[in-house]
């Protein structure tokens, strides 16, 4: 029986974790907006660039936190090019959260770079939880990562 209870919490932990960051963001989720953001980020760049970047981390724990909104954010409080650096690091650290968590149990994937650029291109599934399965599936960080940010780029 105990050996039973390791695996539920093993493979139960990453999926308690976002369920846990959806639930305490869904009362706000009408107030996540990138005007609301922008507004309430710091004024020097350095700092909300930060304060950006770790929206995206809180992002990748909760599912429901809107990444578009995030994104727009972004684009209102820098010029382009830094838009797209912050935005490109927000994104590489909301897909690595979740990956991580999903190591936990490692399967395998034919063609990893191809399946992680093409479900990244698609958008079809929630980040945070394609993040996972990737984690899970045993897909190299490297090639994750790489996919993933070139595969997100389009809606950046």
Not at 44 to 56: D, E, I, W
Not at 57 to 70: D, E, R, T, W
Not at 119 to 132: E, F, M, Q, T, W
Not at 137 to 149: D, F
């Amino acid at each position: 029986m105990e050996k039973h209870a390791f695996h539920v919490w093993r493979y139960g932990a990453p999926l308690l974790v976002l369920a846990a960051g959806a639930a305490a963001l869904w009362p706000f989720r009408h107030q996540l907006t990138a005007e609301a953001i922008a507004a309430f980020s710091p004024r020097q760049t350095v700092l909300a660039s930060s304060f950006l970047v770790g929206l995206y981390a809180l992002k990748s724990l909760s599912v429901c936190f809107p990444m578009s909104a995030l994104t727009a954010a972004g684009g209102l409080l820098f010029p382009f090019p830094l838009a797209l650096a912050v935005n490109l690091c927000g994104t590489g650290v909301a897909q690595t959260i979740p990956f991580f968590l999903g190591r936990r149990e490692q399967g395998g994937l034919e063609n990893p770079w191809l399946s992680v650029f093409l479900l990244r291109l698609a958008g079809a599934s929630p980040g945070d939880v394609v993040s996972l399965y990737l984690g899970a599936s045993g897909t190299p960080y490297g090639t994750y990562l790489s996919a993933g940010l070139l595969g997100g780029l389009p809606r950046i």
